[in-house]
């Protein structure tokens, strides 16, 4: 619910994209947001605070640490946020997300991926896609739903590629998931298409699925490798205890690979555990998994 003081919570996390147990660590942490309170008791989120903390989250998709964010004033994360000048933006398809026509982008985004081809379109083309929509999203030049729409339709598109993809011909199998707290699913799917471009099988189980239920399809399907998407905004010490629980529940013969914003949390992985920095660094990881394999005894 909504009134003149502001928004709920709820409202709040659906408006920017930030978790609502995250939004209240970097009250108790940070001292910001700083809701106000509704009659009952419940928090309520001014509009500039919405406003804010667009900036917050655009600052943390470029790469900034949650503290070095909340070190700088209002107005110097709003022009870190977004340059005056709109370098980087995708006039086209702004303009495609903004008449509200999803085949024409859908049609688009089709033509691009069939031009680049899947690998330098995951690698190279979707990256600043994400940073115009990104832009125009901190302007205010589209709203959440259009946001959406365009990660919608990108998925769709993938998905549409890779069902054209041969059949997978040689292991890894892959087991593919995020974590409870973990909603952002696309970095998923990105290295789903790398992955499936290798040759590898991969098992996707979507966003926030818990980690009883990741081990028991590892077990299910026989995984040889468990692949978990960690974003920015996914805390580093849950993520680390995360892992550590993960890699000792999983069998030895079981390789654990985290990768996405957070996964930078994890500056020593544990043994068994394999950091992956960018798509680039997954499919070198996926050729020393194979080479490992190759070498072991028959």
């Not at 125009?136 to 998905?159: D, K, M, N």
């Not at 593919?176 to 290295?191: F, I, K």
């Not at 020393?288 to 072991?296: P, Y």
Request: glycine share 10%; proline share 8%.
């Amino acid at each position: 619910m909504s009134d003149m003081s502001g928004i709920s919570i709820a409202a709040l996390a659906l408006e920017t994209g930030i978790g609502k147990d995250t939004l209240r660590i970097w009250e108790r942490r940070y001292g910001f947001p700083q809701p106000v309170r509704d009659a009952k008791g419940e928090r309520l989120y001014p509009p500039e605070q919405v406003a804010q903390l667009r900036d917050v989250r655009r600052l943390l998709d470029q790469g900034m640490r949650p503290g070095q964010v909340f070190s700088l004033s209002p107005d110097e994360r709003s022009e870190r946020a977004c340059p005056p000048t709109p370098e980087g933006d995708d006039p086209g398809l702004l303009q495609l997300l903004r008449r509200h026509d999803e085949a024409a982008l859908r049609e688009e985004l089709r033509m691009r991926l069939a031009r680049e081809g899947i690998a330098r379109f995951v690698t190279d083309a979707v990256s600043p896609m994400l940073v115009a929509i990104g832009n125009a999203w901190v302007r205010g030049e589209i709203e959440i739903f259009e946001e959406h729409l365009y990660s919608e339709q990108l998925q769709s598109v993938l998905h549409e590629a890779m069902g054209q993809l041969p059949a997978p011909g040689s292991a890894p199998k892959i087991l593919l998931a995020t974590l409870p707290g973990e909603p952002h699913g696309l970095g998923l799917l990105l290295a789903q298409a790398m992955l499936r471009l290798e040759g590898a099988a991969c098992i996707p189980l979507g966003t926030q699925t818990p980690e009883s239920q990741v081990l028991a399809a590892a077990e299910a399907y026989g995984a040889d490798v468990v692949a978990l998407s960690y974003s920015e905004n996914f805390g580093a010490v849950p993520m680390r205890g995360t892992v550590r629980r993960m890699r000792a529940a999983l069998p030895e013969a079981v390789a654990l690979w985290c990768g996405g914003g957070g996964a930078g949390h994890l500056k020593r992985p544990p043994a068994g555990v394999s950091r992956i920095a960018s798509l680039d660094a997954l499919k070198e990881e996926l050729l020393r998994w194979r080479t490992a394999r190759s070498m072991q005894p028959a």
